[in-house]
């Protein structure tokens, strides 16, 4: 007799569950092959941490960096920044991708916090309103600045000195959920950080929700490659579709 179809909520549940175990089992497996805990790379202040995270959009990190530490060494307030000529920050941003479009934008961005902090780029206020606020409702008050989306406001409350829960998701770590099937195939990177943050036990504190993190990203740099992925060495390989349909069915249960 063939199994009985489940109802659609029904349906809904048993496959939520089935992908939050699967991320689960991935978190566990990376994190122990790429030896997490990690340590955080970033002590920036939740605003230097929000223009980095613009600088580093589409940009290589060597690039980005040197973006970072040329306007910096410049104009070394942010208020410094905000006001200074728009063609000037443009080129103090040259190293990353689409100086033209960033240099305006960021400018918005501080220009915007002028005003809701009252005047002044004021940090301490800056970080008391994002502490203060739920992780998803501090997102959201993020991403109402101009250009900033889902990576960015992740980012800022993650990778910050606020190190707090909200996750990233970079190219790296998409690609990966992508293939085990954490997420659908037309699911987009803004559109997936929703979907991937859910799959995370709520309870999670930020070194939890960064060791998830950066074990995908890695593990999408050293085995899971755009371009011909290293399957036959993958730790997941047993549970990751795309790998079985590469090599065979077989090749998992190996």
């Given at each position: 007799?063939?199994?009985?179809?489940?109802?659609?909520?029904?349906?809904?549940?048993?496959?939520?569950?089935?992908?939050?175990?699967?991320?689960?089992?991935?978190?566990?497996?990376?994190?122990?092959?790429?030896?997490?805990?990690?340590?955080?790379?970033?002590?920036?202040?939740?605003?230097?941490?929000?223009?980095?995270?613009?600088?580093?959009?589409?940009?290589?990190?060597?690039?980005?960096?040197?973006?970072?530490?040329?306007l910096v060494a410049a104009l070394p307030t942010w208020a410094a920044v905000r006001d200074a000529p728009t063609p000037e920050v443009e080129g103090l941003i040259n190293p990353c991708t689409w100086p033209e479009q960033k240099a305006p934008?960021?400018?918005?961005?501080?220009?915007?916090?002028?005003?809701?902090?009252?005047?002044?780029?004021?940090?301490?206020?800056?970080?008391?309103?994002?502490?203060?606020?739920?992780?998803?409702?501090?997102?959201?008050?993020?991403?109402?600045?101009?250009?900033?989306?889902?990576?960015?406001?992740?980012?800022?409350?993650?990778?910050?000195?606020?190190?707090?829960?909200?996750?990233?998701?970079?190219?790296?770590?998409?690609?990966?959920?992508?293939?085990?099937?954490?997420?659908?195939?037309?699911?987009?990177?803004?559109?997936?950080?929703?979907?991937?943050?859910?799959?995370?036990?709520?309870?999670?504190?930020?070194?939890?929700?960064?060791?998830?993190?950066?074990?995908?990203?890695f593990h999408g740099q050293k085995c899971c490659y755009f371009r011909s992925p290293a399957c036959r060495r993958c730790v997941l390989l047993d549970v990751c579709p795309y790998g079985q349909q590469l090599l065979g069915p077989a090749a998992?249960?190996?």
């Open positions: 007799m063939p199994p009985v179809p489940l109802p659609d909520s029904a349906a809904a549940a048993a496959d939520f569950a089935h992908r939050q175990a699967l991320a689960l089992l991935a978190h566990e497996r990376l994190c122990a092959l790429y030896g997490a805990p990690f340590r955080f790379f970033s002590v920036k202040d939740p605003l230097s941490e929000l223009v980095s995270a613009i600088l580093s959009h589409r940009t290589r990190n060597a690039d980005s960096h040197r973006a970072y530490q040329q934008r960021i400018q918005a961005i501080l220009r915007e916090l002028t005003e809701r902090l009252g005047g002044a780029l004021d940090l301490p206020r800056l970080t008391a309103q994002l502490t203060a606020l739920p992780v998803p409702e501090a997102r959201a008050w993020l991403e109402t600045l101009p250009g900033v989306g889902p990576k960015t406001s992740a980012a800022t409350l993650l990778f910050s000195t606020l190190r707090r829960p909200a996750m990233p998701v970079d190219s790296h770590h998409h690609r990966v959920a992508q293939r085990l099937g954490l997420i659908g195939p037309k699911v987009g990177t803004e559109a997936s950080h929703a979907l991937l943050e859910a799959l995370l036990p709520p309870g999670w504190d930020a070194q939890q929700v960064y060791d998830h993190h950066e074990a995908l990203m998992g249960a190996a």
